[in-house]
């Protein structure tokens, strides 16, 4: 396979692998690193992509391999949440704080969740996977990932709301 070949079958793919691996790895530098690294691994092995039926699926999942593996090495043992991507046209430095935070909340609750149902929340309420995708790339069957995503959402609605409803009886 070339080099245009292989760039035509992962370029639609690339940003959804660096939000996969940004959810699981927090730090843009380890996530964009992951990424680089997922891109290696395909093209070393760029004959055995050929093979695959759902390409993207396939690079999804050695992306979450991958992550999973980082987390798991004492390399990234330390990582530390860094959210400077937020801009916001609001005027009121108070609601842009404000939104800030609850950004900031959002994440830390997501980032508390079973990589389990981290990874399905990410694969599915963010990048918007159906759960035919995402069975094949976790390997669960759909039951599974609907429970899995039920309980996610569930666990980030209450968390909010005890947040928000903090000192109110």
Known sequence: ????????????????????????????????????????????????????????????????????????SKQNSNLKMVHNNYESGETSIHDHLEAIDELDQVSQIINNLPEQQKIIFQLRDVEQYEYEEIAEITKMNETAIRVALSRARKKIREELLKKHNYGIK
């Open 1 to 72: 396979m070339n080099q245009n070949t292989f760039i035509s079958l992962i370029n639609p793919v690339k940003d959804k692998m660096y939000r996969l691996a940004l959810r699981l790895l927090i730090s843009k530098e380890s996530a964009e690193d992951a990424t680089q690294e997922v891109f290696l691994k395909l093209w070393n092995g760029n004959e055995k992509i050929k093979d695959y039926a759902n390409v993207e699926a396939f690079a999804m999942t050695v992306t979450r391999n991958y992550c999973l593996d980082q987390l798991r």
